[in-house]
């Protein structure tokens, strides 16, 4: 079923529960990760600048709009990858401001940063610094070409890890039908990197419940994208020849492809000569299937220039939903290629509850439409207990509860200038 009302606490705890997240990220990678360990129940604490707070809040429209239908401080983007976080508004420039992220990485179990390499040393931010007296920190440094080599002060963004590491090689049209290399659609590099950046975390929080040590991780978007390069990497370590671009087909399964019907264009995704025969049988061409060139995958690759036209020829006969319909009857791999829309109407993803409603005290109606997180847990399943948070709004809270100050502690370190306490309003301007 599907969560259309906004969600509060799961019933179990989860199985981060008790752990104190310090997040001094910003954009998606490292934001991707601390909301992971979040949604599995660590407390998050996102320090931001003042005034400004993470990039990704100016970064749209579309903006969350309040009941008047004002455009608020609140991006989507940022809404993506910042719930079950608390806002804390630093100001890392002053010796007062980080003197306080010193005092609460003193008590913070995990350390996720993407500042450029050497600002946090400069600032006395650092591993080795904070660990000299929190030696049990994992402290998670993620930048764009990893703290050392001879891009390491580069600045990274997705974009250009996507060219860089090959992918947009791989992605668009050949060349020959008018192609050009082609980044994915979402900041897929960053996602990724986030991923790998949590189950470092993870995998170093288990050495520190044996030995009682933390260290320090250090990871590099370009790494993590070259990485998931995955097959086609392995591929080319393997014989040497640097694939090229195919569109939507497959480089090693065939056929693997987006096809047109008469009315549009759906994917069929053969995985195996038995899957191939299915196809051919319902194509009204079983002769396909028992000729020597398609028999075996390997020759359906080696002779796909001969069979990617006859097949396109043949679905090109047919609507798509009766392609689909009976590819499905006969178990062959196939699907729509559906847009954003009839993603999130789609009633398998509805009933994974991969959309889900959270309340929010700026938007219209109370609450904010967010991507559900897929991990299914039976015993410690996610939760989703607090929304992407407003620039500061927790700040007052945070320090009671990490470092046990009183109200007049609190109000001195505003009055200095170490933090901001107040959240941003709607009336306050877009993020533009």
């Not at 079950?84 to 401001?97: C, F, H, I, P, T």
């Not at 020849?241 to 008469?262: D, L, Q, S």
Request: hydrophobic letters at 40%.
């Amino acid at each position: 079923m599907t969560s259309s009302a906004p969600v509060g606490r799961s019933p179990a705890p989860g199985p981060l529960e008790g752990l104190k997240v310090l997040d001094l990220s910003r954009i998606l990678a490292g934001p991707t990760a601390t909301q992971l360990l979040g949604d599995l129940g660590a407390d998050v604490v996102k320090i931001e600048k003042p005034g400004t707070g993470d990039d990704t809040r100016g970064w749209g429209p579309p903006f969350v709009k309040d009941a008047e239908g004002r455009e608020t401080r609140e991006s989507a983007y940022f809404l993506s990858a910042n719930r079950n976080k608390r806002s804390l508004a630093v100001d890392l420039a002053s010796e007062s401001g980080q003197a306080l992220v010193r005092r609460l990485a003193g008590e913070a179990d995990i350390l996720v940063e993407n500042f450029k390499v050497g600002d946090l040393a400069r600032r006395g931010l650092d591993y080795e610094t904070l660990s000299a007296s929190n030696p049990g920190l994992v402290y998670c440094s993620i930048s764009g070409f990893g703290q050392d080599g001879p891009y390491a002060h580069r600045a990274g963004y997705d974009f250009l890890i996507q060219g860089m590491g090959g992918l947009m090689s791989l992605t668009g049209r050949p060349d020959e039908e008018g192609g050009e290399p082609t980044k994915a659609g979402v900041g897929i590099a960053d996602v990724m990197c986030g991923m790998y950046a949590s189950s470092a975390i993870l995998a170093a929080l288990h050495h520190r419940t044996a030995t009682g040590h933390g260290q320090h991780i250090d990871l590099a978007l370009l790494d993590t994208q070259v990485a998931w390069l995955i097959n086609q990497g392995v591929g080319y370590l393997t014989d040497g020849v640097v694939p090229p671009r195919r569109g939507n087909a497959h480089p090693t399964i065939v056929p693997y492809n987006a096809y047109t019907a008469r009315d549009g264009a759906f994917i069929l995704a053969v995985g195996n000569d038995a899957q191939f025969v299915r196809f051919c049988e319902i194509a009204g061409r079983p002769e396909l299937a028992r000729d020597p060139r398609f028999v075996r995958n390997a020759e359906r690759v080696r002779n796909r220039a001969e069979l990617e036209p006859e097949i396109r020829r043949i679905t090109a006969t047919r609507d798509k939903a009766d392609w689909i319909a009976a590819l499905e009857a006969a178990g062959v791999p196939c699907g729509p290629i559906n847009a954003l829309d009839e993603v999130f109407d789609d009633p398998q993803l509805r009933h994974r509850d991969m959309r889900i409603e959270m309340a929010h005290p700026l938007a219209a109606g109370g609450s904010v439409g967010l991507i559900g997180n897929p991990l299914k847990l039976s015993r410690t399943p996610v939760s989703y207990r607090r929304p992407p948070p407003v620039l500061g709004a927790d700040g007052t809270q945070v320090l009671a509860d990490w470092l046990g100050l009183d109200g007049m502690a609190i109000d001195d370190l505003a009055a200095g200038g170490a933090v901001s306490l107040a959240g941003k309003t709607p009336d306050e301007g877009t993020g533009a």
